[in-house]
């Protein structure tokens, strides 16, 4: 069972949208601000932590942050209309400029000691690098993005994204780059699409934007 359902209203705030996605920890959902507009929550899967247990847990929203905003946390919320009310912490993120760069030069230092570690979680990332596309703000959507594909590689929905802010950027070379390892790794199926999700109608979109992309960058398109 999720610990939140779509449609859910949390502390009269945030209306959740759909599940994107989890970890060992916590659950990744896309959520509405009354105000403020779409967000990422993620929510803790532990219940019944007290306050200092709970701030032990936002290590990753404090890096986070960097690239977002300050964080939001609420310490109490009622899970779902089918669990009982449980103390769970959760964070949301949303979006204010610089950062990026210090988390990839963070992430580098990771780096060095262990090839293989992660700092933030691709999904949550992602979602700010869109948020910033959205509001226009393409160059700093860019930065966001090129971390992202620095984390995760392999991930064609990294690459994905990347080539449409290139692309909405005029950056046509890059654009095509990035499209053509995305395709790559889809047709490879050696790796996931993505670190948070592989299903086949995910692969499908992803696909259909890069190849949507590719026929843009075509000449005399």
Known sequence: MRLLEEGQTVRDTYEVERF??????????????????RQAMKVFKRVGM?????????????????????????????????????TCGYFT???????????????????????????FPEITASIVGQDFMREGDVKYGIEVFKLVAVAYPDSA?????????????????LA???????LAILDSHKVPASSWTDTDEY???????????LKQLAPGS
């Open 50 to 86: 007290n306050l200092e247990e709970i701030h032990e847990m936002l290590g990753e929203a404090i890096l986070l942050s960097r690239i977002g905003t300050p964080i939001l946390c609420v310490y109490s919320m009622q899970m779902s209309s089918k669990r009982r009310r449980a």
């Open 20 to 37: 994107l996605g989890e970890g060992a920890f916590a659950e990744v959902y896309r959520v509405k601000h009354r105000f403020l507009g």
């Open 157 to 173: 929905d990294a690459n994905d994204n990347l080539a449409g802010a290139y692309l909405k950027d005029g950056q046509k070379d």
């Open 93 to 119: 993120m949303e979006n204010i400029p610089g950062g990026a760069v210090q988390v990839a030069q963070r992430l580098a230092e990771a780096r060095r000691k262990d090839p293989q570690v992660q700092l």
């Open 203 to 213: 692969r499908g979109e992803i696909r259909r934007d890069t190849e949507k992309i």
């Open 176 to 182: 095509k780059q990035h499209a053509e390892k995305a």
